[in-house]
């Protein structure tokens, strides 16, 4: 009976052991987690923040060369993004370009591509340039359905993005450009989706616009992951 005691003793230390090896592997791995996590979260808030002002940065000079060629038009001053209404570059329900909307788009376009690109620290973290149509949300005389009025203005606002884009590939912007201005250019329809309301009512001559809008790539966080592992 001793013996058998003994032998159980044995056992429960050798069980101990175990225990307490399991414990230390499960305290290890949470340590290495949480500093892959912080270390994660650290570079992924750096590279954003880098981005971000990166983009900010070209923003700014957008906004000043086209207000030193004179040219009105109302810029993001954090994204960018550039909104021009439909009365200076369209007819009334027609989505081919006036001669101003040409004259206008003449003058803008150079001056925002090559900002843009000229900018060797962004342009290889743009997904894409997006040009953006938005109608208004006032209905088609006869449409009386509701889903109709709005596959209509969605025409209506793709044709015009489509009419903007198109134009672009026309304008006097350094085309060394071109190759990856045709990789990244992309053209949506948003109907009346988006108006601009003023005092909670819609603005229906600014919701009636073309945008060009610079899309800059997320950060993986996975790839974040990766690389802050490599420095434990």
Known sequence: MALLGKKNTSQEGDNNIFWTTMADLLLGLAIIFMTLFVLAMTGFTQQTLERKKEQIEVSKELIENLK???????????????????????????????????????????IYINTIFSKKELINEIDNIVIQGHTDSQSYAGIKNQDQQYMKNMTLSLQRANSVAD??????????????????????????????????????????????????????????????????
């Not at 027609?94 to 004259?103: E, I, Q």
């Open 68 to 110: 030193k060629a004179n040219i009105e038009a109302q810029v993001d001053p954090i994204s960018g993004d550039i909104k021009i209404s439909d009365l200076e570059l369209f007819e009334v329900s027609s989505y081919n370009l006036s001669p101003k909307g040409k004259a206008y788009l003449d003058k803008l376009v150079p």
């Open 167 to 232: 134009y672009i590939f026309q304008t006097d912007y350094d085309k060394k450009y071109n190759e990856k201005l045709k990789k990244i250019l992309v053209v949506e329809g948003k109907s009346y989706s988006d108006p601009i309301l003023i005092n909670g009512k819609e603005d229906y001559n600014k919701s009636r616009r073309v945008e060009m809008r610079l899309k800059v790539k997320n950060l993986d966080i996975t790839e974040v992951l990766f690389h802050g592992a490599q420095h434990l």
